[in-house]
């Protein structure tokens, strides 16, 4: 009996491994779609036909409210089908999943491919549009006494959080997923920063006294207040003197005793660099005048803010002759960004421009933008601007405008032929610049950078206009040429998105498509193509903004929406 129930289970198994067949077994799906009874390549063709709206479709994210889209390409995700189906067409001769073929449908998880360089890259642009730094706590001179501004909270995309949601909401999200966003503290504590005020209380509690040969002056509460700055390091305050703005203050009182020297620069006017000679001088050396003052600022008597400064040799810190071996020959590039005129624009690319102006790159040093410019507050000279916000809708902040400069910059850079180290264009393409080949920054968050990566040293020029900036770029051209060659515009998707804002800080926009393109550096030389560099740049779509109420709520008239002019 035993033998006969053995033979029969055998012929049963048998019987099912015979007709599972060779083809990928019935029932077997894939998000859904029928693959049973097909071959490996043949379903691998039919998924990428019935699939191909399901892997393109846009994953709707939403952070700290806002709401943005990206496309898979874009995220770098996509499906593997060939791999997804591998191995399902051999014959079973496994007896549960010969019994599972015959009673039911069996779905298999699709196999995707995550290229983390643009997962991180496309979370890095939704970062730069919602993260929003700690302020710091500021200290400044307020009338004759020091005042404190307390810090604040800031906060920011937690990215490798945000990496893994887009991963998990591919394919299967139909309500927009939501990233984490966590609190960003201020570097210095509350308790550091009252520290550091009764410090700053002492030293601007008086005047330094200066001797210089026979001649006695000061340097007042207001220098000291300018020179003085707090800068986060370790959790704490740590104070550091400007030397050249304490030297400036009493430059007129010892003028008789001094003999101004320069340094080595050049002068472009011609289109051609020209050096003009340095000139040793005599008299007090800023660095030293700093440290001297440093020492009796936390001295609350006035008899002990007193410091003798000698007058000394003053050697410029480039020499003629320096500046005659470093290359600075010819012009290698120059770039022109027009933008429309606004007052807040002319002030904050205007004071980026005077910043970056006259900057000397050496060979092997790398230009930082944000180092270059500073920070966007008031004291640094910027004002309020529109900047991209979250989800590609404008809003108002310090610095609007000032990408205009990191555009103009990079572009210069790059028909120069300089190292790129670090661009990130805006999240969302503005018109008036070429798609593909302009750059932003964000203080806190990236910058814009490159290398002078040639033999010879480069000297960066500006020239701003109300409605334009030109940078050149000076040094000795490596290549004949620098060519841009764009590619087509691809993965377009979006733009159609309506948003309705009643509120008074609102600004009308225009709805653009995202989308992704190429371009590629071509290096020339000797009328040959000596090297080819590719960038891809990924754009967010950006919504239509109606600063008025939903028509379908609330019928008003329509105007007419403006393309974004930040």
Not at 101 to 111: K, N
Not at 551 to 557: H, N, V
Request: net charge neutral; hydrophobic share 40%; charged share 20%.
């Amino acid at each position: 009996m035993t033998v006969l129930l053995v033979a029969a289970a055998a012929a049963v198994y048998l019987a099912l491994a015979a007709a599972s067949g060779d083809g990928i077994p019935r029932g077997t799906t894939v998000l859904g779609v029928d693959i049973g009874g097909q071959s490996e390549e043949q379903a691998a063709k039919n998924l990428s036909k019935a699939l191909k709206d399901t892997a393109n479709t846009p994953i709707d994210l939403r952070a700290d409210g806002n709401v943005t889209s990206v496309t898979p390409l874009q995220a770098g995700l996509s499906l593997d089908l060939k791999s997804t189906v591998a191995g399902q067409a051999s014959r079973r001769w496994n007896p549960i999943d010969l019994v599972a073929q015959f009673l039911g449908t069996r779905a298999l998880d699709p196999v995707i491919v995550v290229d983390q360089s643009a997962l991180s890259a496309t979370v890095a642009g939704i970062a730069a549009d919602v993260d929003s730094a700690a302020k710091e706590p500021r200290i400044r001179l307020v009338g004759q006494k020091a005042s404190l501004t307390p810090g604040a909270k800031g906060s920011a995309l937690d990215q490798k959080a945000a990496a893994e949601a887009i991963r998990a909401a591919y394919l299967v999200a139909t309500e927009p997923t939501d990233l984490a966003i966590v609190v960003v503290p201020p570097i210095v504590s509350d308790e550091e920063a009252k520290a550091g005020l009764a410090s700053a209380r002492i030293a601007f509690s008086g005047p330094v006294s200066v001797t210089v040969s026979d001649l006695t002056t000061s340097i007042p509460v207001t220098a000291i207040a300018a020179a003085l700055s707090y800068e986060a390091k370790d959790g704490k305050f740590v104070p550091v003197l400007d030397g050249d703005i304490l030297r400036a203050s009493i430059a007129p009182a010892i003028a008789s005793v001094e003999k101004p020297g320069r340094d080595a620069t050049w002068d472009v006017s011609s289109g051609k660099p020209v050096v003009v000679p340095a000139k040793v001088g005599r008299g007090v050396n800023a660095d030293k005048l700093a440290v001297d003052v440093a020492a009796v600022l936390d001295k609350a008597d006035p008899a002990q803010r007193h410091v003798d400064a000698r007058i000394g040799t003053i050697d410029p810190k480039l020499t003629t002759e320096k500046a005659k071996s470093l290359g600075v020959i010819e012009m290698m590039s120059s770039f022109k960004q027009h933008f429309p005129y606004a007052a807040y624009r002319v002030q904050n690319i205007g004071t980026a421009a005077k910043y970056i102006d006259r900057t000397l790159l050496l060979p092997g040093e790398t230009f930082s933008l944000n180092k270059t410019i500073k920070e966007r507050t008031p004291e640094n000279g910027y004002t309020k601007g529109f900047v991209i916000g979250a989800g590609g809708v404008f809003k108002e902040d310090l610095g609007g405008g000032v990408s205009t400069s990191a555009t103009t910059t990079w572009t210069a850079a790059f028909f120069a032929g300089l190292q790129r180290v670090h661009t990130q264009a805006h999240s969302i393409w503005i018109p008036r610049y070429r798609a593909g080949l302009e750059a932003t920054v964000a203080w806190g968050s990236f910058d814009m950078s490159f290398k002078n990566d040639t033999p010879h040293a480069v000297f960066i020029t500006t020239n701003m206009q109300n409605t334009s900036l030109t940078v050149t770029i000076w040094g000795t051209k490596v290549y004949d040429r620098i060519d841009a060659v764009s590619g087509p515009r691809y993965d377009v998707f979006g733009g159609d998105k309506i948003l309705y804002d009643t509120s008074s800080t609102c600004h009308p926009q225009t709805g653009l498509p995202g989308f992704t393109i190429d371009v590629y550096r071509v290096f020339m030389k000797d009328r040959m193509e000596a090297k080819r560099e590719k960038i891809t740049t990924k754009y967010s779509a950006s919504p239509t903004v109606n600063c008025f109420a939903d028509p379908a709520i609330k019928p008003t008239p329509s105007p007419t929406p403006t393309v974004p002019i930040a």
